[in-house]
């Protein structure tokens, strides 16, 4: 008996560790795919939930590199590479943050460099949605975090994005399902740059963190 329970328990250790591996690998994969690409677009539902309230709203951000401009709702973010400028129009109000203090923006290639250490990852389920195969990987924190867990949703074609599916221990979710998306098109430079003298000339509270 003895026998068959260690056997049991050195299957679980090693298909667990089998698993998280390929998941591991699949990651690097979407990283690899998405920091390599000069540009891309996607359009995108985003869905926020908290003490039961729910924010759903529709986006898009244009990406180079490493730098990106996202809007949000009311909200639209421009980060330079090495600022980050959040636009907040309906409060007429500019917060500029340095890169390492930025958190509080979600992009693939932010998504994915966060998670790359510091997280369990294992398979989850695989499902197909509109003839595309997802495959959706686990992301446990290692270490004391708000967060319980995170789900990405990954197309098993072409290595993108599908969706991204955040769970906190007080019960908050976040939900982003990519609705469009395009790589390697037309963007002009002068997209990611900030003009602080135009949103002064608004009226627009400029904070430097």
């Known amino acids: 008996m003895k026998k068959l329970i260690y056997t049991f ?34 359009k995108f539902d985003f869905n926020h939930t908290v003490n039961g309230k729910s924010t759903k709203q529709s986006g898009e951000v244009f990406s180079m590199k490493q730098k990106f401009n996202l809007n949000v709702g009311d909200i ?56 595309k195969t997802i495959q959706y990987i686990k992301l446990t924190p290692t270490s004391t975090s708000t967060m319980k867990y995170c789900v990405l949703g990954v197309n098993t074609a072409n290595n993108q994005i599908y969706d991204y599916n955040e769970y906190g221990k007080n019960g908050e979710t976040t939900s982003i399902v990519v609705k469009d998306y395009v790589q390697n098109l037309l963007i002009h430079k002068s997209y990611f740059n900030f003009d602080q003298k135009k949103y002064k000339s608004q009226g627009y509270i400029i904070t430097q963190l």
């Open 9 to 42: 328990i050195f299957l679980l250790i090693g298909i667990g560790t089998t698993n998280a591996q390929s998941a591991k690998q699949l990651l690097d994969q979407v990283y690899a795919k998405y920091t390599n690409l000069d540009t891309y677009y996607i």
């Open 76 to 131: 639209n973010q421009i980060f330079t590479g090495t600022k980050l400028y959040t636009v907040a129009k309906d409060d007429k109000e500019v917060t500029i943050s340095d890169a390492s203090n930025s958190e509080d923006f979600l992009t693939p290639t932010k998504v994915l460099n966060t998670y790359r250490s510091g997280f369990n990852y294992a398979f989850s389920d695989k499902k197909t949605v509109g003839g």
